[in-house]
């Protein structure tokens, strides 16, 4: 009978790899009892560690692409016509000649053209070592679009010699910055358009949910067409119809609409669920026989209530909405250049020549599916968190 | 140690000809295609600091009245008159704004303590609710009300920044009458407040009531399917059945001398234990028949074993007995009927001279 | 008194034991920990006889049923000590905490010889299936017969527990029967082998009371016809009362008093039992009720000693301690009770 403990229930540890210690106190008094709603759902939702693991990776992403002039070597569009399609740059912190160790450097790569094939082939230059430096002075930029700066979080000593860590594309720009800033329009078409999701869905579900009637009838055949349509070639059609002429910026706020479009349906359907079955709770009714306005009821019981429920289809509409983006900027129809996203720069990696010969140029994509699953894994912890009296 | 309900002491409640209809909507156009006779013609009243037993199977209705005279539904017929300072007033089709004050007079107290109290509040909350809405007292105040509510009912102020999941069944269910009482109601519409826990838990809930309702003069209208409850808790008996009233008694009345034919049903089916062995009793046969579309005339008909032809055709008032005024019954056939109670021939007798 | 396992006290001599529960044990393996659901149970079944098992909700009650069924997934209960000795018709008692719970044996007993009915009857019927579908795979499953016959059989059931029409009814879906019909048809898809034993898990809980009175009347008709075993799960006293030859008392996953029907109800000896029954509003009875206080702990707050200790009113130092074992009360009867030991002097009499 001595090894027929469990775990008592948790306590205040994060452990993310590992087997949790057991607790061989059968007797333990149930914490859940003692535990708010708040403290039970972080208990929950750190029990997850892929979850955790997920929200840890976008947080590194996010903050890196929020400081992307800081992060990023390079701007987005400094280019070196020496280094069109560099392949990413080994960095190294052992001499192979020699043996010895030195803090990170890289040996820089000078194109030669092969007389056969005329393809531009690179090999290092061993004979100069550039030392990678931390916080090195490079090109200006403006740190959160407001602070003057030059100070980057790496790069090459020498500014002659560019460091590109994932390559170079076709006009010599750096991948790796490229990306970078590229993860600003992508990441951000995702929380923009879950926005306006959120706000659409949960307005017009709860509306439909608790009102009923003509309008709930109206907006759930609207709901069924809307998504009787095969999704990607309606977002097609609806960013085609974005007109050409406008400037960058607008055509960023246009994709975001069109990627809303359709993600407000199946929100607005989860939550009119919801509301349905919340306004038949008893303490709806209790609040309703002490005579509570509709909007008090709305505000006391039914969101706190569904906030989390909301929280978690959100984020699982994140992904998709990244996603949406990355398809139609790499058809060629969401954002444009100047702007860089995910998908634009994989359109570099189109055709299957290019695949074959710059590998690199798929780079985006990683970033992508590294997103994406984070997104995933994150929206499953808080499904987790959400119901948090679920043992 | 039930209040004392004198004869003729002020009505607070009288329920005249009550109809609620729920619509049936079918079809691309949600045409109405029929309607659930949930409550169908039911008059009553209820006296001052009384406690009237509802009863009745699942269907009968009986929580649609209850939702009624709270107002949580809007009746399709009939009036609902409450007793107000200024006399009786009619709440039935009062709108929002019109029935706020009449609101602090009724409340009502929920079946299961698991989904009556919103999970992501705190105790201290929710016993508020009430007086926030109706924007009673300062916060101070206010909380020292909820303080004083938690100990009335048996519950300490240490309650008031805890959630609900972190209280057991009993404790929850004493969250509702506090939040119930919150407003100091006359009137309180207890939907089967104890059928959702344990026995000992719900005696103790019983008792509260009781000794509530003598501290404070409530008027309970008490709706429960167990009919042990029922007769511990009540001073007054209504049997309901598919929409309709059946019978009103006094408490000792029904389970002594049923006078519906239902009623006998329903005291019949009540398990028992009689010494040496089962008991014979009479079982009703078949289920409760769809309210959508009632039998015609009476409509314990399909189910009554004393049914005669008149029962198909017409449909029996409710009337009080020439020889016990107290006591009403809508049955055509209360004269001829001799109906078993609940209690054996020597179970009578020992009450008989129990109560000499 | 003398500490004895209540499953060696017979509670009727004249008849045979079928069924022999001694110091039964189910502990739940949780993330939280263990709950010890069935914390040494024992009982004696005889054929023909019904045994009550009552307890508030949390007491084991229903665990005890799905044990003996084992029904319960191996990765989350497990029986840690005890045994459920089945006398079959011929051969040896068979052990059936022994059993592998998805082996050939168990499942040849279950439904066969011991059959069990749930209180949602509607959870327990396949609605993909109709009715009679579901009657006949239990009858093929342990006889051998053809399918005429066992839709022949299937009919034949379907009327003995009164559902009208019964051959129109029989290929009917569960959605198009009443809550009580429901539980009819899970009673005749039970009774379809002709058990030995029958476990009705509260089933008349779900239902109206008239419907509950058809539903007890046709268990005990039922009983009476065939000398079938049945073990009757409620927290309901007045179904114990009148379905119940003896009685169990279950708190906290042990047995508090074991007992014929009329000593529990008459002279109940266990200061729960007796909680319980003051606890219960009884028609015609006038005094005010009188609760046991506190409510039942959680799972994991279980008091050191007896069980009951912390609500009890007759609560000795003794009792916080150590808990009591079972005593033997009467000639059928035990009560796990330090009141009822002879070094104890005993404050309180029953009556």
Redesign the interface.
Known sequence: MTN??????GGRWIRLFGRRKK?A??????E??????RQ?MTRKFLRNRMALLSFIALVIIYLSTIFAGFVAPYSARSSDSKLTYSPPMTIRIRDPETGSFHLPFFYPLRGKRNMETFQLEYVEHREKRVPIQFFVKGEPYKALGIIEWDVHLFGSSDPEERLHIMGSDVRGRDLFSRIIFGGQVSLSVGIFGVMITIVVGSVIGTLSGYYGGVFD?VVQRLIETIRSFPQLPLWMALAAAIPPQWPPEWVYAGIVVVLAFINWTGLSREVRGLVLSLKE???V?????????TA?IVR??LI??MASHIIVTATLAVPVTILGESALSFLGIGVRPPMVSWGLLLNDAIKIQNIVLYPWTLFPGLFILVAVIAYNFLGDGLRDMVDP?A? | MRPVNPNGSDTILAIEDLRQYFPIKAGLLQKTVAHVKAVDGVSFTVASGETVGLVGESGSGKTTIGRCIVRLYKPTDGSIHFSMTDGMVDIAQLNRNELQPIRRDIQMLFQDPNSSLNARMRIGDIIAEPLEIHGIGTREERRARVNKLLDQVGLGADMHNRFPHQLSGGQRQRVGVARALSIEPRLVVCDEPVSALDVSVQAQVLNLLADLQQELGLTYIFIAHDLSVVEYISDRVMVMYLGKLMETAPTRKIFERPTHPYTEALLNSIPKRVRGGHRKRFVLTGDIPSPVNPPSGCVFHTRCQYAKDICKTETPALRALPTDPQTQVACHLVEELSLQPYYTADELRNLEADHV | MEAVSPATVDWDEMTDTILEVENLKTYFFIEQGIVRAVDGVSFTLQAGKTLGIVGESGCGKSVTSRTIMRLLSPSLARIVDGSILYYPVKGEPIDLAQLDPFGEQIRDIRGNEIAMIFQEPMTSLNPVYSVGHQIMEAILLHQEVTKEEARKQAVEMLRLVGIPLPEQRVDQYPHQFSGGMRQRAMIAMALSCNPRILIADEPTTALDVTIEAQILDLIQQIQADSEMALIMITHDLNVIGEVADHVIVMYLGQVVESAPVDEIFDAPKHPYTQGLLNSLPMIGREERLEPITGSVPGPHERPQGCAFAPRCPHVMNRCRLEEPPSLIAGEFSTVACWLYDEQTEVVYAPG
């Open positions: 027929l403990g469990g775990d008592a229930g607790n106190d059968p007797a333990a008094r149930d859940y009892q003692l535990m708010t709603v039970l009838n709770r008893d303490y009714h209790a609040a309703e026989a002490s005579g509570a306005s008090r006391k019981h706190p209530n009296f043992r």
